[in-house]
């Protein structure tokens, strides 16, 4: 009889601790051997750390038998772009079965993002075998980012994920009526604590302070590196209004040095103290250990880990004006920044959050103007929130012309879908828009 080898794929330190969570409360049946395959999904893997290679990994470690480089086994190439080619399939699958002593085990494997490489190319390699998906985020909620080949997608046996927003479901690979399972809490919170303490020493975090989130934006083409900059500004502005003089920032890890020296010189202004953590460690590991008073962030996971599973304060700020720079509508991060927007506390105090029991509603409505081909069944609750939903708090949710284009409701109604495309009213549009720029000078 042959052996069970379960292949647990992560690219990130927060997506192992979650796998090992759910290994340590028993949600995967027994194998005769474990074999966690780290991807370095970085732009320049060769200059960034990889998984196993980061403060707190360790502890991870003895849930498998072994610590294989999913990055060595197709170089040169990157992860996030190589696929094998159809016909070169079972030659790749015979290689890694050589290579990582798979001989004829039966193989199951645990991805994450498998809407994309690498998660696509193992998934191909090892045609047949059943498939778990994780989520390490909060994209999970979001439908799923384009179309799966249904020789993936029906081998999917469950979703599991942390409960980040209490009460929502989540909708990736629901196409394939894939079931969502969470990883408990308490799992959860219990390895991040072994994390923490090998983590090494931390710059000591003053009492009261409040703890800034970086996330790179300019690196994913949403903003600009000067926005990005003074979101930044922004964010220690506001939590220096809420009564901070404590100021933490956490860069993201491949963030450029310039943000922290940005804000070193803000920090001056405002004469506040400014604590810049250089150290690659999980913000997790911080609401932990530093117990911040304020954590501050644009639309990022660890806002809802704050939130639900350390109960910290959080505030989000710069969400509006993502909304409607994500392009196309389908992207991924949509569904990220409305539950931000949706939910959190604004920083600025500029709007209050939405009702708690109108957000799967909101959610569904998003997802079916994401992806209507994906989830056609979807369209009836759409059009019901819109029409009773849609006003000046949710509008910026949707886009009019994406309305327009499903023919759903609070797009433009089809006896004036004409003036978009009339040159016309093209022309006196951009007159009254003239005229108002000059009317302001």
């Excluded at 193989?107 to 090892?126: C, D, K, R, Y």
Aim: charged fraction near 25%; charge should be neutral; include cysteine.
């Amino acid at each position: 009889m042959s052996r069970t080898t379960q292949i647990f794929c992560a690219s990130t330190l927060y997506g192992a601790a979650t796998l090992a969570a759910a290994l340590d409360s028993e949600c995967f049946p027994t194998a005769d051997r474990r074999l966690l395959l780290v991807c370095n999904n970085a732009t320049n893997p060769e200059t960034t750390p990889a998984v196993d290679e980061m403060p707190g990994f360790e502890p991870l470690r003895d849930r498998f038998d072994a610590v294989l480089s999913w990055n060595e086994a197709i170089s040169p190439f990157h992860p996030g772009s190589w696929a094998p080619r159809p016909d070169d399939v079972p030659l790749f699958e015979r290689y890694l079965r050589l290579l990582w002593g798979l001989g004829e085990d039966r193989v199951e494997i645990v991805l994450e993002s498998i809407q994309v490489n690498p998660a696509q190319a193992i998934a191909q390699i090892f045609t047949g075998a059943p498939v778990d998906v994780y989520a390490d985020g909060l994209m999970s909620y979001g439908p799923t980012r384009n179309k799966i080949d249904p020789l993936i997608g029906t081998r999917v046996r469950r979703l599991l994920h942390l409960d980040l927003v209490s009460g929502l479901v989540p909708m990736l690979l629901t196409e394939f009526e894939v079931p969502a399972q969470t990883v408990p809490v308490s799992a959860f919170l219990k390895v991040l604590g072994q994390v923490g303490e090998a983590s090494g020493e931390l710059p000591r975090v003053p009492d009261d302070s409040a703890l800034l989130l970086g996330q790179y934006l300019s690196a994913l083409g949403i903003l600009s590196v000067r926005e990005e900059e003074d979101l930044h500004v922004r964010m220690m502005r506001g939590a220096v209004a809420r009564g901070h003089r404590a100021i933490v920032f956490k860069p993201h890890p491949t963030a450029p040095a310039r943000y922290s020296r940005i804000l070193e010189a803000e920090a001056e202004k405002l004469g506040v103290d400014l604590t810049v953590l250089d150290t690659p460690v999980l913000a997790e590991v911080l609401f932990d250990r530093a117990r911040p008073a304020l954590v501050v962030g644009c639309f990022s996971t660890a806002l809802f880990t704050a939130s639900a599973f350390y109960e910290l304060s959080v505030a989000r700020i710069g969400t509006e004006p993502l909304l409607d720079r994500l392009t196309p509508y389908q992207n991924s991060n949509r569904v990220p920044v409305v539950l931000a927007d949706a939910l959190l506390p604004d920083l600025e105090e500029k709007d209050a959050a939405l009702p708690a029991d109108t957000l799967s509603a909101l959610v569904t409505a998003v997802g079916f103007v994401m992806q209507p081909q994906l989830h056609p069944s979807l369209r009836p609750a759409a059009e019901t929130y819109l029409r009773t939903r849609l006003g000046p708090r949710t509008q910026r949710y949707f886009k009019r012309k994406r309305l327009t284009s499903l023919g759903l409701p609070g797009g433009i109604p089809e006896r004036l879908s004409f003036l978009p495309r009339n040159s016309t009213a093209r022309r006196v549009v951009r007159r009254a828009k003239a005229l108002r720029k000059a009317v302001r000078r």
